[in-house]
């Protein structure tokens, strides 16, 4: 299968993946906030919690088991999952749009993630990080595609690792006041975009020493 045939029916498969992930929010939304989202969270079953925490594990494991089995190589591997899961996460919001018209706007705070502890931010945010990583996939997959390969030394892995951590402490923070059941008010841009144009820079030095093989 060529590539192209195989990032359409990747986009397939994260798009309809995106709607399986919103509509159990719709779900969950509709028991816990029948008159709209809004912070601080309600009280929700220790059953409830950890189901959902299990779930969000497994989503990443399905994104992953998803990519392993669409390519070969393991560079390969890793774009696609970075790319699945760049499209999952994109149109996660835009059918909460469509069927909840949430979020209002690209400023609106929501829950991003559980693991390990609740990740709370603008909607602007993880969006942007999913469109980079959509980009980060198709590009990688198209050098690998013609036969070209960047090498993932151990400096690039340990950046791009920092600026994922950097990003995630963006997250985290504001979720320190979700999680003591406050409303998460400012956000740390300025480390946000640290760890951000960190991970960019580090990919875009990379990219340069592409190699054929």
Do not use: H
Not at 14 to 30: D, K, N, P, W
Not at 78 to 83: K, M, R, S
Not at 111 to 127: C, D, N, Q, R
Request: proline share 7%.
């Amino acid at each position: 299968m060529g590539l192209f045939r195989k990032l359409f029916w990747l986009l397939v498969w994260g798009i309809t993946f995106g709607f399986i992930e919103s509509s159990v929010v719709v779900y969950l939304r509709a028991l816990y906030y029948p008159e709209g989202f809004a912070f601080p969270l309600v009280p929700i079953e220790p059953k409830i919690l950890i189901n959902e925490i299990v779930r969000e594990a497994t989503t990443l494991l399905i994104i992953w088991a998803t990519a392993t089995l669409s390519f070969e190589r393991m560079q390969s591997k890793v774009a696609a999952f970075f790319l699945l899961f760049g499209i999952w996460d994109i149109f996660y919001y835009v059918f909460l749009k469509i069927v909840l018209d949430w979020p209002a706007s690209p400023m609106t705070w929501d829950i991003l993630f559980l693991i390990p502890t609740p990740w709370a931010g603008p909607v602007w945010a993880p969006v942007l990080v999913a469109a980079t990583l959509i980009v980060y996939g198709i590009y990688v997959l198209a050098l690998n595609d013609r036969g070209q390969f960047v090498d993932f030394d151990r400096k690039f892995i340990l950046l791009e690792l920092l600026a994922g951590v950097i990003i995630v402490g963006s997250f985290i923070l504001p979720g320190i006041d979700v999680l003591e059941g406050g409303v998460p008010e400012n956000f740390p841009a300025p480390l946000y975009w640290a760890g951000y144009l960190l991970g960019i820079l580090a990919f875009w030095k990379l990219c340069r020493q592409k190699r054929n093989i």
